[in-house]
C-alpha cells in the first residue's frame, strides 16, 4: 500500500505488518511505543531549536529541509499509529472524541485569538 489516498486503518495495517514481519511485536508494548513517540517528537522538535516564529516556518518551505521533517513526522506518526493498534485504541474515534471536548472546554467566544488554557479562558 503506497497510496497517498490510504486511509488511518490501511496505514495501521501497513505498520502492523512491518513489525510483523520484522518480529518486532514483541518490542512493541505500549511503554515502549510511547517513549518512541516521545523520542521521534524530540527530533521532529530539533529542526525548529532556538528558530524564531517566521524562521520555522521558512523551513518548512526549503525543500532539503522539509524532506528531513517530514521523515521525523512520519516516524512520529507511525509510532503514534502502531500505539493506537497495539492499544486497541481506534485513532479516528479518538480524534473526534478528544475534539469534541476541545470545542466544549474552548468555546470560539472564548478562546478565539488566545492561547490561555481552558481554566483560564
Known sequence: MESD???IQELILTIRSFAQDRD????????????ALSAEAGE????????????SHQLCEN???KTAIADELADVLIY????????????VVAINEK???NKARYPVEKA??????????
Request: net charge neutral.
Open 5 to 7: 489516498k490510504a486511509t
Open 24 to 35: 518486532w511485536e514483541q518490542f512493541h508494548a505500549p511503554k515502549n511505543l510511547s517513549m
Open 44 to 55: 521532529l522538535m530539533e529542526h525548529f531549536l532556538w528558530c524564531e516564529t517566521e524562521q
Open 63 to 65: 525543500s532539503e529541509k
Open 80 to 91: 503514534a499509529l502502531r500505539f493506537a493498534d497495539v492499544a486497541c485504541i481506534d485513532p
Open 99 to 101: 475534539i469534541k471536548r
Open 112 to 121: 478565539k485569538g488566545k492561547s490561555d488554557k481552558y481554566n483560564e479562558l
